[in-house]
């Protein structure tokens, strides 16, 4: 076991913490391994996190962010994991901290299927397996690349999930809670804009999903369903077959007319009800938000996720 620690310009006590900590971890035989810098601004979670991983030597990456805690059995249990998956990145399942917080995106975390890992890349909510509870080999890291260092407001987590998804990889969770991922308002991923996110989304499903289809239709007639066609490419436009939903003013319309168009005349997009639309489906319902109405909809169409649809909200 080896401990590598980068302190990115930190200005609370961290180096005289983290020295303490080296003594007492080297005393039982866990190598220490540390730097840093003391320049006037950090250089970002990105740019630490690859430090990092450059001055440390094991076969293995265990991750942790600098405000959450990490369970007993945590590295045994994914280092188990990372063995039958070489080419994955292993997460497991975590507490939230405070535990009234986000719990829609906490149950999201915990009980997504084996399968939904995968096909639930595109939503909202970020990587199937979020970054303090990544556990990968040093090979596979190598692999994909390294973490984007472009500093406060990029979402490096997210580029790198992305990107291991690209190079094939897989997403594995060991079901059990080995970490306290903590909320507050301090956190380095509330300086990444919601429109940042959205973009790197959209690109994402263009790639990997729609471009396997020659139309489909957006679920959900509304601002979130709106918003979706108009950030797509062209291309991809033309693709959409319709909007369809369950509210019956806006199936009563008939159509959304794309009114910052360009082309003459504007495109007009038919506004279904659900039963009535033509699968494949991009999701733009949030889940978990209408007391199961809207999974209830979904499930009485049979269909299958990742083939016939996938939640993008």
Not at 27 to 36: A, L, Q
Not at 138 to 158: A, I, M, Q, Y
Not at 203 to 229: P, V
């Amino acid at each position: 076991m080896e401990l590598s620690v980068f302190n990115d310009a930190s200005k609370d006590n961290s180096v005289n913490i983290i020295e303490k900590w080296k003594l007492k971890l080297e005393d039982v035989g866990i190598r220490v391994v540390i730097d840093g810098h003391d320049s006037p601004q950090p250089q970002g979670v990105g740019f630490a996190k690859n430090q990092a991983v450059i001055q440390s030597s094991g076969t293995y990456l265990c991750f942790l962010d600098s405000d959450d805690v990490m369970m007993p059995q945590r590295v045994r249990l994914q280092h188990e994991a990372a063995i039958q998956h070489p080419n994955s990145i292993i997460g497991c399942q975590v507490r939230r901290e405070p535990l009234d917080s986000t719990e829609r995106y906490t149950r999201w975390i915990n009980n997504l299927t084996p399968g939904q890992l995968l096909t639930q890349v595109f939503t909202s909510h970020g990587p199937t397996v979020i970054m303090p509870t990544w556990f990968c080999s040093r090979e596979w890291f190598c692999h994909v690349g390294k973490f984007n260092e472009g500093g406060k407001g990029v979402p490096e987590d997210l580029l790198f999930f992305y990107e291991h998804i690209r190079k094939g990889g897989g997403v594995f969770r060991v079901d059990q809670c080995l970490l306290q991922y903590r909320y507050h308002p301090q956190a380095a991923t509330h300086s990444v804009l919601e429109g940042t996110i959205w973009n790197h989304r959209v690109r994402f499903l263009e790639d990997r999903a729609l471009k396997h289809w020659t139309s489909f239709t957006i679920w959900n007639a509304g601002k979130q369903g709106r918003k979706l066609y108009r950030s797509l490419s062209p291309a991809n436009q033309k693709k959409v077959a319709a909007f369809c939903d369950v509210d019956e003013n806006k199936i009563a319309k008939g159509f959304y007319t794309y009114q910052e168009s360009k082309e003459r005349p504007k495109p007009k997009i038919p506004i279904q009800h659900f039963r009535d639309a033509t699968p494949p489906f991009v999701i733009c319902v949030k889940l978990d938000l209408t007391g199961g109405a809207f999974e209830e909809n979904l499930n009485t169409l049979d269909l299958k996720e990742g083939l016939d649809y996938h939640h993008f909200n």
